[in-house]
């Protein structure tokens, strides 16, 4: 099992679960008092997932009406 970490953004406003490269610039570095980090607030969070289908898969079942993305800066060709 690999150890490499994502950042999956729920955004409840957009209703899109976006997934980041660990890497990713757009990776927010602190909370804001709407969207938390490692947990979830009104707006939704920010949290760091192993590279494992069944990480992702977490989130997905927990909404499953929200959009899937991946995140254009981060995930190029």
């Known amino acids: 099992m690999s150890d490499f970490l994502f950042w999956i953004n729920i955004d409840k406003q957009t209703k899109s679960i976006k ?3 660990a890497n990713c610039k ?4 602190k909370e804001s008092s709407y969207k938390g980090i490692e947990r979830e607030l009104r707006d939704g ?3 760091a997932i192993d590279s494992t289908e069944e990480a992702q898969q977490f989130f997905y079942y927990s909404y499953p ?3 899937r ?4 800066a981060c995930h190029r060709s």
Do not use: L, P, R, S
């Not at 757009?26 to 570095?29: E, H, L, Q, R, S």
């Open 65 to 67: 009406n929200f959009e």
């Open 26 to 29: 757009y990776i927010v570095k």
């Open 69 to 72: 993305k991946k995140c254009n």
């Open 45 to 47: 969070g920010w949290f």
């Open 19 to 21: 997934i980041h490269q």
